[in-house]
């Protein structure tokens, strides 16, 4: 590898951290502005209009799944949280070509828990789980996915989906989610509570156990053609890029990480300390340019963004009054 690939190499670390508090600086600012429209939809006398930020349906995995089955079956494009959609898919099509890049290089959660993994090495309370009881709670979220996938899936037809896209319930998704973290249960809110403490004791708690969105990114991702290799020939065991992977994948057992854990954070091939020992390999490429990877991943993302508002699937088509009245009774609408 020249020395121009190895300078890359090591400054992936830096814009990884740069990609990641970017997007989390992006959705802490639509999460403002959403909380400005839902204010000015309680009140619009009282206070300034907002305009809703559709970035906000990034938050509703499961609805998005639904808008998928329903697109596959035939039905339109979903026209209530159309920007959800879109990001899903964006997910979606990254995982299969791109490893679990989404997760890797854009969820800002998986940012949230890096940044908890880092303050918990730092006062040197972050410890492993011992294999017998990682193995199992890995499983927690495949479950997860295991269960909303059979009632979606499986179990709904299309005019159970469509029910469902076309209820109060789903229109005003957004505001029960806002209202969720804002108000929430005494049971929620302790388990919220508990995971964000968890997080700085047990590496990426959230993202390695529970997360479904993660569990599906992550078995999409497993015919990813983008890989990490690694040479056995000069591997000398040091086994850095194990202490570094976010993941706790044991690298230096394999020769291809092809795991549904790997989130093509590409940090263990960054703090490899030999120079031909673990590199990014393409379809056309064993050894690729390893910015090759962040840079098709969020190439994807805007694509899908940018086609999503040439075509007119990024705004959503409820009208500001359905909002305004929805809002005001959120507490009588329940699940369909």
């Excluded at 990813?224 to 994948?249: G, H, L, W």
């Excluded at 490899?272 to 393409?282: H, M, Q």
Aim: aromatic share 12%; hydrophobic share 45%; charged share 15%.
């Amino acid at each position: 590898m020249n020395s121009n690939i190895q300078s890359l190499k090591n400054s992936l670390s830096r814009f990884r951290f740069l990609c990641q508090s970017m997007f989390a600086l992006f959705c802490l600012y639509v999460g403002w502005q959403f909380y400005l429209f839902h204010l000015w939809a309680l009140d619009s006398t009282a206070n300034s209009f907002v305009a809703r930020p559709p970035s906000v349906e990034a938050f509703l995995p499961l609805g998005a799944l639904v808008s998928m089955k329903r697109l596959l079956l035939g039905a339109e494009f979903d026209t209530i949280h159309p920007a959800g959609l879109t990001i899903f898919i964006a997910a979606i099509l990254i995982s299969l070509f791109l490893r679990k890049g989404f997760c890797g290089w854009i969820c800002p959660v998986g940012f949230a828990s890096s940044l908890a993994e880092r303050a918990g090495k730092k006062m040197h309370i972050m410890f492993s789980l011992p294999a017998w009881l990682d193995l199992p709670l890995l499983s927690l979220k495949y479950l997860l996915l295991g269960f909303f996938g059979y009632l979606i899936l499986y179990r709904m037809e299309l005019e159970a989906l469509t029910n469902f896209h076309h209820s109060a319930y789903n229109t005003i998704s957004d505001a029960k989610m806002l209202h969720f973290f804002l108000q929430p249960s005494v049971l929620a809110g302790s388990i919220m509570l508990a995971i964000i403490l968890i997080s700085f004791v047990i590496r990426n708690f959230w993202c390695r156990y529970l997360c479904p969105y993660g569990g599906l990114l992550g078995l999409l991702a497993i015919v990813s053609p983008f890989q990490i290799t690694r040479n056995p020939e000069t591997c000398i065991d040091c086994k850095k890029c194990e202490t570094v992977c976010p993941s706790s994948i044991h690298v230096t057992n394999r020769k291809t990480v092809r795991n549904a854990e790997c989130v093509g954070c590409l940090e263990c091939v960054q703090v490899c300390p030999v120079t031909d020992c673990l590199n990014l390999s393409s379809p056309v490429k064993k050894q690729t340019n390893p910015l090759l990877l962040p840079g098709l991943v969020l190439g994807v993302f805007f694509i899908c963004y940018i086609l999503a508002r040439i075509t007119g699937h990024w705004q959503t088509e409820v009208p500001l009054e359905v909002f305004q009245r929805y809002y005001k009774i959120i507490g009588e609408i329940g699940h369909p």
